[in-house]
């Protein structure tokens, strides 16, 4: 009996919409027999952008606009005899979460 390693990176601008999908994940995963898995949080990436009100005559009026990135990652080790990987590409995930799949 082998074990492969699957890596699970989901991102999304909505961090309650990525943790509903890394919980409905999980519970896809728990279905199935595997030797162990685990979640990682990763660190909120925020982009800030900083624009003029008015181009012309004030430049001291600015506004600031901000995007957050919210991150997980879930490792899976299970044995090779599952194709884990055509039943993850089958899950349907809200339109707001991106997800990635790495398998090594």
Same mark, same amino acid.
């Given at each position: 009996m082998t074990t492969?390693? @699957?890596r699970i990176q989901l991102e999304s601008f909505n961090h309650e919409l990525l943790n509903?999908? $890394?919980n409905k994940v999980i519970s896809l995963l728990k279905n199935i027999d @595997?030797? #162990?898995f685990s979640m990682?949080? +990763?660190? #909120?990436?925020?982009r800030v952008y900083c624009v +003029? /009100?008015?181009p012309h005559v004030d430049k &001291? $009026? /600015?506004e600031h606009f901000e995007i957050r990135m919210h991150k997980r990652i879930l490792d899976v080790q299970y044995d090779s005899t599952?194709?884990?990987? &055509?039943l993850l590409s089958d #899950? &349907? +995930?809200p339109a707001g979460v991106l997800y990635r799949i790495y398998i090594s």
């Open positions: 492969e390693k @699957l509903s999908s $890394a @595997l030797n #162990t990682v949080s +990763l660190p #909120t990436n925020k +003029l /009100r008015s &001291d $009026a /600015r599952i194709n884990v990987s &055509d #899950t &349907d +995930l």
